[in-house]
């Protein structure tokens, strides 16, 4: 990166959390916080490393393909084995009681949304050597595609496209007010067999809450007990849950996969009709005709539950939605619920919503990788200066607060673990793409 020097100190500032973050082979989400490797964050962080050290970002996926699972799950954490003061720890997962774990790895049980394929056709995009970066695809290709094979063999409820998350944590918005209907729907009684080190590393009022954290680890257990059997988890699991934010990632790994497909010349037919018929029901199932917004079904009680957060533009983003709907959706995420006038966008929650908080993780703060999904599905509809807009935003963001998890809509500040790696990696991206289409004006 040279000329602009903004855009090159934030470049710069970013290659050093993800250094700090290195662990090797894979990078870790935070330094304190979460110290092993997570799932869609190794995919955001592969997509930063893959501007300036493209073999370095194929190490982060081959990485991530080494948790998988005997069924093609990708576990949303792979523990490294030399960090402690996270929980719940692999002990407690006890993942070794499922025929489909890897035998010499300790990963989490549950999985995260699927943008791997996403990741993987950028890291292709972005390399200078196309011929190793093509040698790269082929090598993870069957990998990949058995890694969306899991969720159309497992995860569909059977009639029709959409997959079911079993999980909060899998949602990858872990607290977000999207789950409040489904995650109380049950009654619970429950201490964990943890104590939490997630709320002395950060400010318990920035984490979600221990009556949260209760429910999460009751439904890690039952699964456990169930030795991570997926039929059994669909008979006896009390939260399974339908997303719209989910599914729209899929979608968007998907088209990627379909596309990585064809450059490693396999046929695609399978990938092209499974994107097909998860675009179909998102667009006729999710949709709530009353809100005229986009909800996630719980198919638990049977509902369509609207809620008023960022998730509700993830049709926006995987470039799905038809024209009318996208049209509406750019002038709510344009309005002052989710874009502040003196603040910075995108809320997280509604400012109108009553569960908006400012600095309660999933609950109300700007976090990098919602916008950035949402500058992407900006520009595929031709959005460039909107999208361009809240590029500027995100960048000055991050610039004068800080390379935070996770930001205070009204003033900016960070909050949540500093130092956070796909905030770094995709400020990387940003900024070279922005800077790209400067220079060409
Ligand atoms: C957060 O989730 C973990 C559990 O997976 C946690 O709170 O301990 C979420 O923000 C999730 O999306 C993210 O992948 C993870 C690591 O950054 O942290």
Redesign the pocket.
């Known amino acids: 990166m040279t000329g602009n020097n903004f855009f090159a100190r934030l470049f710069q500032g970013a290659q050093a959390v993800l250094k700090t973050n290195d662990l090797g082979r894979s990078t870790k ?2 330094p304190r916080l ?1 110290p092993h490797q ?1 799932n ?2 190794s995919a955001f962080i592969a997509i930063g490393l893959s501007h300036y050290d493209n073999q370095r970002a194929r190490t982060e996926i081959h990485s991530l393909l080494n948790g998988q699972w005997k069924n093609g799950m990708i576990p ?2 792979i523990f490294n084995p030399a960090a402690a003061n996270y929980q719940p720890g692999p002990e407690y997962w006890e993942c070794h009681n499922s025929p489909d774990a890897p035998p010499e790895v300790f990963t989490s049980g549950i999985t ?1 949304p699927p943008i791997l394929a996403l990741a993987a056709l950028d890291v292709y995009n972005n390399a200078t050597d196309k011929q190793q970066a093509g040698e790269f695809l082929k090598t993870i290709y069957p990998r990949l595609y058995s890694l969306y094979r899991y969720f159309i063999r497992y995860r569909r409820a059977g009639t029709d496209g959409l997959t079911y998350i079993i999980h909060p ?1 899998e949602s ?3 607290n977000s007010p999207r789950w409040d209907k489904p995650l109380n729907s049950f009654d619970l009684q429950w201490q964990p067999e943890y104590k939490r080190a ?1 709320n002395s590393i950060v400010d318990n009022a920035e984490r979600p809450s221990d009556a949260e954290y209760e429910r999460y680890s009751y439904l890690v257990e039952l699964y456990r007990k169930l030795n991570w059997n997926e039929k059994a988890i669909r008979r006896e699991s009390p939260f399974l849950v339908q997303p719209v934010l989910f599914n729209c990632l899929l979608s968007l790994g998907l088209g990627a996969l379909e596309k990585i497909a064809g450059l490693v010349g396999t046929n695609n037919n399978e990938i092209t009709r499974w994107k097909f018929e998860l675009d179909l029901a998102i667009n006729n199932r999710l949709w709530d005709i009353k809100k005229q917004a986009y909800g996630d079904f719980d198919l638990v009680t049977g509902n369509l539950y609207y809620t008023d957060t960022v998730a509700q533009f993830a049709p926006l983003m995987a470039g799905i939605a038809p024209a009318d709907r996208v049209e509406q959706m750019v002038r709510k995420l344009h309005s002052a619920d989710y874009w502040p006038t003196d603040g910075y966008p995108l809320c997280s929650v509604s400012r109108s919503d009553p569960a908006f908080d400012p600095i309660k993780y ?1 609950r109300g703060p700007v976090w990098i990788n919602i916008n950035w999904l949402v500058i992407r599905g900006l520009e595929s509809y031709g959005f460039q200066s909107v999208a361009r807009k809240l590029a500027d935003k995100t960048l000055d963001l991050v610039n004068k607060n800080g390379f935070y998890e996770y930001f205070n809509p009204h003033t900016g500040r960070g909050h949540g673990s500093d130092n956070f790696s ?1 905030t770094a990696a995709l400020v990387v991206d940003l900024v070279t793409k922005c800077d790209q289409i400067d220079r060409n004006i």
């Open positions: 989400p935070a979460y997570w869609w964050d949303h954490i995260q944590w990858g918005l872990d997630d999933w796909w």
